[in-house]
């Protein structure tokens, strides 16, 4: 399973590209927002740090300009997945942007037809948002299991990202359900590897070992 970064910030994902657990990136318009500044040069910088799928979302409304600012996102590296909204522009502009042999992540998607028509459209990503589903008491990770079951009867290729992912119970649900990836904010990621019995344990032999003549 892949796990992406859902940030725009510099100094998580710096914080975190170490650890080797890293295998992407995803940003959105509300994200870069936050971080101010010149939001190509930090797509870059992004791109240089992670080395793997960054998404960049565009923010024009009709297929037309979707499609130029997918050309202008996709030229800012090699590694930028042109993130598009589930539209019916953001649908023609996947058709357009992917038959021209760019990648596109489908974003805001919320329902197995709606991942149905991205995965005809050629996109590289779908991503569900599961975090907002549960949010209006609509079990999100049923949906996950919904796209997967419906992807693998016809062999689809485009990748289940789970999206707007809350807590580490969403990136397990979404592993024991065989999604591609999980893009999780940086404190969930965190919390992933969090456990109380191996600090205590840890705590333990070390104090134990002081006892040992050196
Ligand atoms: C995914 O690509 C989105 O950036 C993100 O997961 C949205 O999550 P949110 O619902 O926490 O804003």
């Known amino acids: 399973m892949k796990l992406f970064i859902d940030s725009g910030n510099l100094k998580e994902i710096e914080a975190l590209v170490p650890l080797g657990i890293i295998d992407g990136i995803t940003t959105n318009p509300s994200l870069l927002a936050k971080e101010g500044g010149d939001y190509k040069a930090i797509l870059k910088k992004i791109c240089q740090i992670v080395k793997g799928p960054?998404?960049?979302e565009v923010v024009a409304t009709d297929a037309e300009g979707m499609i130029r600012q997918g050309r202008e996102l996709a030229a800012i590296d090699e590694h930028i997945i042109v993130k598009v909204p589930f539209t019916k522009e953001g649908v023609k502009a996947c058709k357009a942007l992917s038959s021209?042999?760019?990648?596109?992540?489908?974003t805001l998607v919320f329902s197995p037809t709606q991942a149905l028509l991205a995965a005809k459209v050629g996109a590289y990503f779908v991503s569900p948002f599961v975090g907002r589903l549960d949010d209006i008491a609509t079990d999100g990770m049923q949906l996950i299991a919904e796209i997967l079951e419906i992807y693998e009867n016809y062999d689809f290729k485009t990748e289940v990202l789970v999206a707007s992912v809350r807590h580490p119970m969403h990136v397990q649900q979404a592993a024991r359900l065989g999604a591609h990836i999980a893009t999780c904010p940086f404190s969930v990621l965190m919390q992933l590897a969090k456990h109380p019995l191996t600090d205590s344990g840890l705590a333990k032999f070390l104090e134990d070992w002081k006892k040992v003549p050196q």
């Open 54 to 56: 960054t998404s960049a």
């Open 100 to 106: 021209e042999g760019k990648k596109v992540n489908v």
